[in-house]
């Protein structure tokens, strides 16, 4: 569904990304781990688009993203769903409205189709009668979930999680972790997920790449990845502070 090849990235003099190769294939969970600072969320922002790379390739469904001209990438991004950190919900918007949104923009659907829909998927995310409330009105985890149906609601073929359980406690991080797979097992999508929760990249991923230095340093089954030697791995998925792996080359 993804290939990415030899993607580097630098801001300002400083390399993020040198060299990252990665394979995702269509129809299952993909968890991308690292630590704070590693790079994830800039390796997502590439996919959909919203960034460019210094050099590298991208190609999704075959055509590469990073050669594509802004009408190109445009209708590209009609592919993706996307929940950011957060939810990134629009303050002064209901919840009916922030899911209606991506409707409104891109789908010539009648008013009376988009509510009917915005109802469905925010009762398939388990949440009912909520839409005329307004994001601060709701709880963290109702938020994420109010994000994960406006990601759903263009019916994409690829959805982006970028630290979907962030801030939230452990109780409602599994409430989140096991909509995620329920959604995905029900719809086979190809969803990308961005973590540093080793418990939940486990239980979410089919396949878990870990992003090191800017490179995918280890990457395979979840199994693979537990039964992988390699010290620096192993200490990251320990959460030691012991070992190898220091703040400074977490966040390099």
């Known amino acids: 569904m993804i290939e990415i090849v030899d993607l580097k990235k630098s801001f300002q003099g400083q390399q993020v990304l040198q060299g990252v190769n990665l394979k995702i294939p269509k129809g299952g969970i993909l968890v991308i781990i690292g630590g704070s600072g ?13 960034l460019r790379p210094d050099s590298g390739h991208i190609y999704v469904s075959g055509r590469d ?7 190109e990438l445009r209708e590209s991004r009609k592919k993706f769903g996307m929940l950011f950190q957060g939810a990134a919900l ?23 189709e988009i509510q009917k829909r915005v109802r469905d ?6 949440l009912h009668g909520v839409e ?14 109010v994000g994960l149906a406006r990601a759903l609601i263009l019916e994409p073929e690829i959805v982006l999680f970028d630290e979907p359980t962030t801030g939230l406690d452990p109780i409602m991080s599994d409430v989140i972790n096991r909509l995620i797979l329920s959604t995905q097992r029900k719809l086979s999508l190809t969803f990308v997920i961005i973590s540093h929760d080793v418990k939940s990249a486990f239980l979410l991923a ?39 792996l220091t703040a400074a080359d977490l966040e390099a």
């Open 65 to 71: 993203i990073c050669r594509m001209k802004n009408w």
């Open 206 to 244: 089919d396949r878990i790449a870990f992003l090191y230095k800017g490179k995918i340093a280890a990457e395979g089954s979840p199994e693979e990845i537990r039964a992988n030697p390699d010290p620096v791995l192993r200490q990251f998925l320990s959460g030691s502070a012991e070992g190898p």
């Open 90 to 112: 629009f303050d002064s918007m209901t919840v009916g409205d922030n899911v209606a949104f991506p409707l409104r923009e891109h789908a010539r659907m009648r008013e009376r």
């Open 132 to 145: 005329h409330k307004y994001p601060a009105e709701l709880s963290g985890g109702m938020r994420k979930r």
């Open 38 to 50: 590693a790079g994830k969320s800039v390796l997502l922002k590439h996919m959909i688009g919203l």
């Open 121 to 126: 998927m925010l009762g398939r995310v388990g």
